[in-house]
């Protein structure tokens, strides 16, 4: 092992003796409202209902949580967006994305049918912290950017979007951040228990066989206060079984044929049915015995488990076998409509099977010991395991070698979608044969591919903070303290081929095939087989080699096994003070803070490289060298937000920050594959520079994006009704990572056999990687956003119990990394409009809801789990619901709700560059989902 930079032994032992010293110093003391969850004063307290001018109590629901927004909005020293839930359990989506993706300048992604991945004023997921009462999450994917379909809306209570940081807030990103808060029992009026019951259906037929259409959702919640509402407590359960349902065309893209003109190179056109099934806890304990000490203790845990079942055929034409038939037609220099014959066609049958828990704990402990000092101690723990097992059987209509070819019709239609027809029947169990009709292995009895990534992720993080009221000048009160952060993240990638155990090409056997699969949906008549994939493998059916350490297994399934394992672990020690500022300027009573942090990374990777060399005598084994490296430095962060209310409650709020977003993991710790020059080859050239040694992977030594912003918000409020807003910002990105070529030591690392054929390479150890590096250019992101969020009974009497909210943001960018090239920026939409129409009166609701967000570039996950970068068109979601609660009367307490996810079945799809929308490289249909929801309340 070659250690470069090793100082993190004793991260974890630190962090506990902080946090024991925090209780110690704090159990003996019986608090102001925490800031890392919502205090009463900032809207988030949600009673049994809202409260009129003249006292009379009458909403609840939709304009209940409307208001409660609105004043969230209102009272935040920051720039924010809020969703509020007018009750514990009472978010309308399916997933908390979908209520975010409604806020003015937030947008969201589909993948697998739902919102999943949030972008903030045109910056990518990669650009904003998400937290869950003010702590940042451990990520289930590979990289930082949670997924949302891991926390159930159900025990969601308030949804706050920071546009603007301050000092105070120890996790923040360069975009914005996302808090994610669950109940505070304290602040209920009374005890509340609700029950509820979900059926959802999807509007697709069953794709693959055996697999629901339909799913259930339920849960239950419980709000108490004992002892004189000096204790109080909250425990929910979530379950859910959600189906989803796709038909998907995936061309392999659009090479020129000879005649010049383009044509669609290959294709896997494909059906999909998956579900996702999650089990959800939620506790809090909250003490308050007296108005010295304050205690609040929450706990999360979510069991989540998807299985993808992907059925599909793939056909290679220009780039694989196929040869374009005379006779063809052209259309605006794309071929448009022929045949290929002799295509390769590919059935595969495809699995997914992810398991991934989260469990998160914290605790907060407040004490005031006089009337001018709090203290205040929050530790917590956020974990994530995840387990995936893919599976990739591939079968044809032929034993290897002898695969039976086929003659394939092709037409393009609508939107650039190519429908194909193909000729041979792979629906015949007795002529389709488990094999490897495509040769994508070396071995005759290659039937397919398994992968088993692990990612675990755990942050622990101690903060200390002291504030002080202060009397006299422009301040009202200073916060200071310390954070620590300790995260480690690990994926560990194990993977190997799928090979028959007695033959070239195999049948299904009969106790696995469970039917044949509809392929008219891509234009092929004939169907295909389904089988149980994963039933086959767990019964020992294929023997399953190492890709690792098989000496038989194509090099580079080794080499992309050894990138994909990895270990990366960094703490942060962030110092920050902020003055609250409540003064008078020119006659205009001003409130805001103004703070700076200091943050100071300590950062180690540890990496695997190998140059595919085996080790002598044991060709079994790939030779590996497990480098650790790293880096430290300190960023500082300004931060000033101001807000002038003005007459005729207007306000008036100006920011300045310097923002962060930290790098992504697998750019900072991917493993790499070096390769090295022989004394018989041309040296590697790089500008002037010749040298020997050359590797891809990823570069421990990245720091993060940084950006300078600049923001005004002009905001008129109706009373807690309504308001209209009109915001503008400018971010000024002062650093950004983009793929470079980086100087790398490659002392120690192993030469290839025989290592006299390298004595050039032996005597300079100096190289390049390939990889991910921070550069000096950057470039800006800016935009408007308007929003109007109006009741009816503001307009006329008559419309009362009706309202809109409307908001548009329009942005744009331009970055130039390296201070020459220009690059788009990931996530960012020049267009994102946000509509909702509502009504709410005497029990009965009803809300539709619209999101159009134009073309961007995405950040698209593959089917191994990495991401890669897609244009994804514009799209149009709409969204609905009706219910009725029923207020008085023996059923008081029954509420009903019917809700339709993607009303009018609007694709997701994603093209070959940027405007070039008729060359499609994925467009997937999901159908129209309805939830019918039953609760029950008991008073």
């Avoid at 009750?87 to 806020?103: N, V």
């Avoid at 034409?317 to 040869?323: N, R």
């Avoid at 023996?890 to 609007?906: E, I, R």
Wanted: glycine share 10%; with cysteine; proline share 5%.
């Amino acid at each position: 092992m070659i250690t470069r930079y090793s100082k993190h032994k004793g991260a974890g032992l630190r962090l506990r003796l902080l946090g024991c010293t925090a209780l110690l110093a704090l159990a003996a003391a019986p608090a102001f409202a925490q800031d890392v969850v919502p205090a009463p004063d900032s809207g988030a307290a949600t009673g049994e209902a809202a409260a009129t001018d003249d006292g009379v109590i009458v909403l609840r629901g939709i304009r209940k949580g409307v208001q409660d927004a609105i004043t969230a909005k209102k009272r935040s020293s920051s720039i924010i967006e809020a969703v509020s839930a007018e009750d514990i359990g009472k978010l309308p989506d399916s997933s908390i994305a979908e209520s975010i993706a409604r806020l003015p300048g937030i947008a969201a992604q589909r993948d697998k049918g739902r919102a999943q991945t949030l972008s903030i004023r045109g910056l990518g997921p990669d650009f904003t912290v998400t937290t869950l009462n003010g702590r940042e999450q451990a990520s289930t994917n590979d990289n930082r950017s949670v997924e949302y379909d891991q926390y159930p809306s159900e025990m969601i209570q308030q949804v706050r979007v920071f546009k603007t940081p301050d000092a105070g807030m120890t996790f923040q990103g360069l975009a914005g951040t996302a808090d994610l808060s669950t109940v505070r029992p304290l602040s209920y009026a009374r005890r509340s228990l609700s029950v509820s019951g979900k059926l959802e259906q999807n509007s697709l037929d069953e794709q693959v066989p055996g697999q629901s259409t339909s799913g259930n959702r339920y849960g239950i919640s419980y709000v108490d206060q004992f002892f004189d509402k000096t204790v109080g407590v909250a425990i929910g359960y979530s379950h859910n079984k959600t189906p989803f349902q796709a038909q998907t065309h995936e061309p392999w893209g659009y090479p020129t044929y000879s005649d010049g003109n383009m044509v669609i190179g290959g294709d896997k056109s494909g059906i999909q049915s998956s579900y996702y099934e999650r089990d959800s806890i939620m506790g809090v304990l909250e003490l308050k015995p007296n108005d010295q000490f304050h205690a609040t203790f929450d706990l999360f845990h979510s069991d989540f488990h998807e299985l993808q079942t992907i059925r599909r055929l793939e056909y290679g034409t220009v780039w694989g076998s196929g040869t374009l038939q005379p006779g063809y037609t052209v259309e605006d220099g794309r071929i448009t409509k022929g045949t290929f014959n002799g295509v390769t066609t590919i059935v595969e049958n495809y699995t997914n099977d992810r398991n991934a828990t989260i469990d998160n704990v914290g605790a907060n402990l407040v004490f005031k010991p006089s009337d001018t000092w709090t203290l205040e101690a929050d530790l917590s723990s956020s974990k994530v395991e995840r387990s995936d097992l893919r599976l990739e059987s591939t079968a044809g209509t032929g034993p290897a070698g002898s695969v039976v070819r086929d003659n394939l019709s092709f037409e393009t239609v609508d939107d650039g979608v190519t429908q194909l027809s193909s000729i041979l029947d792979y629906a015949d169990f007795d002529k389709v044969y488990l094999t490897d009709p495509g040769g994508w292995g070396s071995p005759l009895y290659r039937a397919g591919y398994v992968g088993n990534p692990e990612v675990k992720d755990e942050i622990s993080a101690v903060k200390l903070a002291a504030k002080r009221i202060v009397g006299g000048g422009p301040f009202s009160q200073v916060t200071f303290g310390i954070n620590l952060t300790d995260r480690t993240k690990t994926k560990h990638q194990w993977q190997g081929e799928l090979r028959n155990k007695t033959a070239a090409a195999m049948v299904v056997p009969e106790a696995f095939r469970t039917g044949t699969v509809d392929t008219s949906f891509w234009g092929n008549p004939n169907g295909m087989i389904s089988y149980d994939a994963l039933g086959l493998y767990r019964s020992g059916f294929w023997n399953v080699v190492d890709a690792r350490v098989d000496p038989n297994a194509n090099t580079g399934d080794r080499i992309f096994d050894i990138t994909q394992t990895w270990e990366m672990n960094e703490q942060l020690t962030t110092l920050f003070v902020k003055a609250d500022i409540d003064t008078t300027l020119f006659g205009v009573p001003v409130l805001g803070n103004v703070g700076l942090q200091s943050i100071t990374a300590d950062q180690e990777a540890n990496q695997g490289f190998t140059n595919g060399a085996t080790v002598p005598g044991d060709p079994t084994k790939l030779i590996v060298t497990q480098v650790k490296d790293g880096a430290k430095y300190t960023d500082l962060l300004p931060s000033l937000n101001l807000n002038f209310s003005l007459p005729n409650d207007l306000s008036l709020r100006v920011a300045a920050a310097t923002t962060m977003a930290r790098p992504r993991m697998d750019d900072m710790a991917g493993g790499t594959s070096y390769n090295v020059a022989a004394d018989t080859a041309p040296p590697y050239v790089n500008g002037d520079i010749t040298y020997y040694w050359g590797a891809g992977g990823g570069n421990p030594h990245l720091k993060p994006w940084k950006a300078n912003a600049y923001d005004v918000s002009l905001e008129k409020y109706f009373g807690r009704k309504g308001y209209v807003s009109f915001a503008a910002y400018y971010k000024e990105l002062t650093s950004y990572i983009y793929y470079q070529s980086v100087a790398t030591d490659f002392t120690g690392f192993p030469l290839p056999t025989p290592a006299g054929n390298y004595t050039r390479a032996d005597a300079n150890r100096r190289g390049y990687t390939g990889a991910q590096a921070n550069g000096d250019g950057g470039g800006f992101v800016r935009g408007v956003e308007f929003t109007a969020s109006i009741p009816g009974d503001l307009l006329h009497e008559n419309l009362d119990g009706f309202g809109f909210i409307f908001s548009a943001a329009l942005n744009n960018s331009k970055i130039t990394p390296d201070g020459i090239h220009a690059v788009p920026l990931p996530g960012l939409s020049p267009k994102v409009i946000n509509t909702t129409l509502y009504y709410e009166k005497r029990g009965f609701s009803a809300r539709i809801s619209q999101r159009y967000r134009a073309a961007w570039l995405g950040q698209v996950p593959n089917f191994d789990s990495s991401l890669g970068s897609q244009w994804v068109d514009e799209e149009t979601v709409v969204d609905a619901q009706v219910g009725y609660n029923f207020e008085d009367g023996p059923l008081k307490g029954l509420s009903l709700n019917l809700s339709a996810y993607n009303l009018t079945d609007q694709p997701f799809r994603y093209y070959a560059g940027e405007g070039q929308t008729q060359n499609i490289l994925k467009y997937e249909n999901y159908g129209t989902t309805y939830l019918l929801s039953v609760g029950y309340r008991f008073y």
